[in-house]
């Protein structure tokens, strides 16, 4: 059925009944061949899956996308990638739904992105990844970003190439300037007070109510980010917190540029020496947002306040 090795679907759906019956023939034809499959979407769809796979579910890994894909940047390294490098030398099939209804501006931005990074990321491997759009529930724009980033769309009617298949245009896209926040703290880092970027901004979580490991998780954010600038980022950097929308934001900002796309997003043996920092934030955070440009980077790492 398939002729390239890696394949990746966009799934346009109406209906719990269209969405259920593709699914779970998605699923069911690969639990035939033999192939490992996993499923990570919202969690009121996961539920209709399951349902409707009945004793099938036992065989397949059932993941709530809204949980473990929250930052659409864990997606590919901590869902896609570490499912699919268990099972090296077969085909695996993997149905992954990282944008729904009630996605923020903000987040759309960032799963768009991943949308058209897992063409990059899965290039020449055997792996087919489906993912399913609400053709109702989405807006319209929504769908034709999907025909940018899916090589191959699929409906009720069959399967057929996408015309405007172009992932590095989401990519660009999406890759600009965020609104400016009205009010924030600031400070500017170098080798000399890092450490004070990182007491700024734990000062700043203990003050909205975070504790424990999270506390310990924002701390190692900004650490991560500093190294960075300092790395790789011309040797200093400014570091704003805000609060925006029921999170805080940790944003770090320098004169560095990121031109490897996937940065951030591959999975890092631990046996191996090297850079991991912005994998760090994208495992650590609810969500992440990038602009980069030749002489500036900006990294925002967005953290859900304690209720």
Same mark, same amino acid.
């Given at each position: 059925m398939f002729a390239e090795p890696f394949v990746h679907p966009a799934l346009l759906y109406r209906g719990d009944r269209e969405y259920v019956a593709a699914t779970t023939a998605f699923v069911r034809a690969g639990l035939a061949l033999g192939e490992p499959v996993a499923v990570a979407v919202p969690a009121a769809n996961l539920a209709l899956i399951e349902a409707e796979l009945g004793d099938d579910a036992k065989s397949v890994l059932l993941l709530n996308?809204?949980?473990?894909?929250?930052?659409?940047?864990?997606?590919? %390294?901590? =869902?896609?990638?570490?499912?699919?490098?268990? #099972? !090296?030398?077969?085909?695996?099939?993997?149905?992954?739904? &990282?944008?729904?209804?009630?996605?923020?501006?903000?987040?759309?931005?960032?799963?768009?992105?991943?949308?058209?990074?897992?063409?990059?990321?899965?290039?020449?491997?055997?792996?087919?990844?489906?993912?399913?759009?609400?053709?109702?529930?989405?807006? %319209?724009? =929504?769908?034709?970003?999907?025909?940018?980033? #899916? !090589?191959?769309?699929?409906?009720?009617?069959?399967?057929? &190439?996408?015309?405007?298949?172009?992932?590095e245009l989401v990519i660009s896209g999406h890759n600009r300037a965020l609104q400016e926040p009205a009010e924030f703290v600031s400070l500017r880092f170098d080798r000399t007070n890092l450490s004070e970027a990182r007491s700024l901004a734990a000062g700043q979580a203990a003050l909205m109510g975070f504790s424990g490991d999270r506390l310990d998780d924002i701390r190692l954010t900004v650490a991560e980010l500093g190294a960075n600038s300092l790395d790789h980022g011309g040797g200093s950097g400014t570091v704003r917190i805000w609060v925006e929308d029921g999170r805080m934001v940790c944003e770090v900002s320098d004169s560095g540029h990121i031109t490897d796309p996937l940065a951030g997003r591959r999975p890092v043996d631990p046996r191996h020496a090297g850079s991991r920092g912005l994998l760090i934030v994208n495992l650590l955070s609810d969500l992440v947002r990038v602009h980069t440009r030749a002489g500036a980077t900006t990294i925002r790492a967005y953290f859900d306040l304690p209720s």
């Open positions: 996308m809204q949980e473990a894909g929250r930052n659409p940047g864990r997606i590919i %390294p901590a =869902v896609l990638r570490d499912f699919a490098d268990q #099972h !090296p030398g077969v085909h695996v099939r993997i149905i992954g739904e &990282p944008i729904w209804a009630g996605r923020t501006d903000t987040e759309y931005g960032a799963a768009a992105q991943h949308e058209a990074l897992i063409n990059l990321a899965f290039a020449g491997r055997r792996v087919t990844i489906l993912c399913p759009y609400d053709v109702v529930g989405l807006a %319209p724009e =929504v769908i034709q970003e999907a025909e940018r980033t #899916h !090589p191959v769309m699929w409906d009720v009617r069959g399967e057929w &190439p996408s015309a405007d298949y172009a992932p």
